[in-house]
């Protein structure tokens, strides 16, 4: 009895253990509706189907273009969401995004550099920087805010936010410079999206993530830089279209004009007579 007892114990004490240090992962949803130009208007001689069909091909295309890599990259971008700023509450890492009491930029990091550290705020003015190298802490030093400092691994600026306050003396903050690549990969292996039926326009985005704030923001840029792409390739395509049109007007021009000058050509050869012309 004792050893299962102490079996038991084990087991609920490995659980807890488990479930304290696992991140909390929160969903936010979002719905897209797709328009296609084949819902414009409806298709004589019984082609219904055919548009259909081709509604089905379009949505599919923007389900791809809402999982490319380069969408991504320019999200991850505009919100600075390579940078994880994380605090420990007892054994569980929190998510702060936003909220961190702290800003810090990487001027010389390249996309694919990874860098780690450890600030700490000391005073209104001042925080303690431990860089982390290989997974090991390396020596610390204060610095004064907004200053330039130079690591081991590059330079490193940290400026307050406004949640900055006497709360956050003395609590490491993690933060970490993440590979823009990797980060890329991470978010579009956290999102889902679905077609709510076979002949729907409608998508509907999901997503998972260790931060609410952070899950809520990659969705509703995801969004903002698609239509913006969007714009942007109708934009090209009428533009393009424009300069097709002006170039064949142009030439269209010259060979009537070319037209012209053989037909008077002809007449003046040939010695022809317009009567119309002769009678004004």
Wanted: charged share 25%.
């Amino acid at each position: 009895w004792p050893w299962f007892l102490l079996s038991i114990a084990l087991c609920v004490g490995l659980a807890w253990y488990k479930y304290a240090d696992s991140p909390f992962v929160y969903f936010r949803t979002a719905t897209v509706f797709i328009k296609d130009p084949a819902q414009k208007t409806s298709s004589a001689g019984g082609l219904e189907r055919y548009d259909q069909f081709i509604n089905k091909v379009n949505v599919a295309n923007e389900l791809l273009q809402f999982r490319s890599k380069k969408l991504m990259s320019d999200v991850i971008k505009r919100l600075n969401a390579d940078v994880s700023y994380q605090k420990t509450d007892r054994f569980r890492k929190i998510e702060l995004y936003t909220q961190a009491p702290v800003k810090v930029s990487f001027p010389d990091a390249l996309p694919g550099t990874y860098m780690a550290l450890n600030v700490t705020p000391v005073d209104k003015e001042h925080v303690r920087i431990q860089e982390i190298v290989n997974g090991e802490p390396a020596g610390s030093q204060t610095v004064g805010m907004n200053q330039p400092v130079s690591l081991k691994q590059g330079k490193v600026v940290v400026a307050p936010t406004n949640f900055y306050n006497d709360s956050w003396k003395d609590v490491d903050i993690l933060v970490q410079k993440m590979p823009l690549d990797g980060m890329v990969g991470y978010f579009l292996g956290c999102i889902g999206i679905r077609q709510e039926s076979e002949e729907s326009s409608i998508l509907t985005l999901s997503i998972k993530d260790s931060s609410p704030a952070r899950a809520e923001d990659v969705l509703n840029t995801l969004i903002a830089v698609y239509n913006e792409d969007a714009i942007k390739d109708k934009q090209s395509i009428s533009k393009i279209t424009a300069e097709f049109i002006a170039a064949r007007l142009e030439v269209i021009g010259q060979e009537l004009g070319e037209v012209d000058r053989n037909i008077a050509s002809i007449k003046q050869s040939n010695q022809i007579i317009d009567i119309k012309s002769e009678a004004t």
